[in-house]
Each structure stands twice: as C-alpha cells, then as structure tokens.
C-alpha cells in the first residue's frame, strides 16, 4: 500500500521534472512542518520549511491587513533565486525554489496543476 507521505513525493517530483528551472519544492504546513520535500543540495529543508511558512504567514497578515482577503501566493526575488509559496490546501503549502531566470510562467503553470493533484489525494 502506498503511503501519503509517498504519494506526496510522487507529484513534487513530477513538479520538478515538469521543468528543470525548479530547484527545490516542498510541501509543509502552514506551522512550517514538512509534509514532503524533495532532495536539495542549495537548501537545508527544515529551514527551508521553516521559513517558506514563516514567510507566507506574514504576508498573510498583511493582505487581511490591507485588503481583508487571503493571499494565495507568494513571490520572492532575490539576486540570484526566486521563491514561490502557494496555498495547497487549508493546511499546506507548495514551495519552490527556482533559478533567477526560471521560465516563471510555466511555473506557476505546473504549479497549480500539481495543487489540484495534491487537493486530490
């Protein structure tokens, strides 16, 4: 019998190989636990967990703060890496890591098909 926990490393692997732009994916919880996450050698997984969360979680704060809605995804840019948090699920979250130059769109694309395959496990 296969296991949620494998089926869970299924589909990110499917995410990455879907585009070789991503580094690293995970799924936590929005507490910053891993559920599943994928072998990196450019992150540490706990904190890359961790601070996904963290960092999802804030913004969070501030949207209802601003705007009284949820934030379904998050976008970060940095000098050389770009960090994408969407909401999975009411208690997850798919993360990414990508390169500087990733393809974005097609991401984002294979991305949102890989949430559907997690609502559905």
Same mark, same amino acid.
């Given at each position: 019998?296969?296991?949620k926990a494998e089926l869970?490393?299924?589909?990110?692997?499917?995410?990455e190989k879907s585009t070789?732009?991503?580094?690293?994916?995970a799924i936590v919880t929005q507490d910053g636990l891993i559920m599943?996450?994928?072998?990196?050698?450019?992150?540490?997984r706990e904190t890359f *967990?961790?601070?996904? +969360?963290? !960092?999802?979680?804030? &913004?969070?704060s501030a949207m209802d703060e601003i705007s009284?809605?949820?934030?379904?995804?998050?976008?970060a840019e940095s000098k050389d890496y770009r960090l994408?948090?969407?909401?999975?699920?009411?208690? *997850?979250?798919?993360? +990414?890591? !990508?390169?500087?130059? &990733?393809?974005i769109g097609m991401v984002l694309f294979e991305m949102?098909?890989?949430i559907q395959k997690i609502k559905g496990l």
């Open positions: 019998m296969v296991t869970y490393i299924n589909v990110l692997q499917e995410l070789t732009d991503i580094l690293s994916t599943s996450c994928t072998p990196s050698n450019c992150v540490d *967990a961790a601070y996904s +969360a963290a !960092t999802f979680k804030h &913004a969070g009284k809605e949820n934030i379904d995804m998050l976008l994408i948090i969407m909401r999975a699920t009411d208690y *997850a979250l798919l993360t +990414a890591l !990508t390169g500087r130059n &990733a393809q949102q098909k890989t």
